[in-house]
């Protein structure tokens, strides 16, 4: 990475794909033969936060083809109440789904552009560790400005 004349590495996640800097915030990924490369200068950092996006709607689909087997079965076989295991297949499948395309996600906006990593490996505390840092980073990045400027004076 080409560092800006005072810039240095404060936070760098696991795989060195997500860097915090003195500066500014950069996120870099090839996936798929697709690449993206972002970079939000501190100053222009609007909000923070983490997001578990789901799929609720595979739940809702696996809930109703459960209910619409089971009562097929007991309208068109004349049983009672019963669940066979091929009731099971198509909404465990849906339920497998759900679980597998949930995940956490770490965004940070500005007035323009926002960057979003999936974090996979890292525990929610670790990601707020980063939201923190971000946070004051951008915090002594202010101060440092404010008092170049003349207008603020440590007590």
Known sequence: MDTLPGEKLL???DNGKLL???H????????WGNSRFTS???EEVSSCEITLLSHPRLLALALLFFIVMVYARSAFYVQRFSIGVEDLILPGILVALYLA???RVISLRSAGVAIHVPIT???AGTAM???????G???????LGKQAAGGFRPA
């Open 11 to 13: 936070l760098e996640s």
């Open 20 to 22: 915090l800097t003195t």
């Open 24 to 31: 500014r915030v950069r996120f870099a990924a090839v996936t």
């Open 40 to 42: 939000i200068m501190l």
């Open 101 to 103: 395309t949930r995940r």
């Open 121 to 123: 490996r890292m525990s």
């Open 129 to 135: 560790e980063f939201i923190g840092a971000v946070e």
């Open 137 to 143: 980073a951008k915090n002594e990045r202010y101060l």
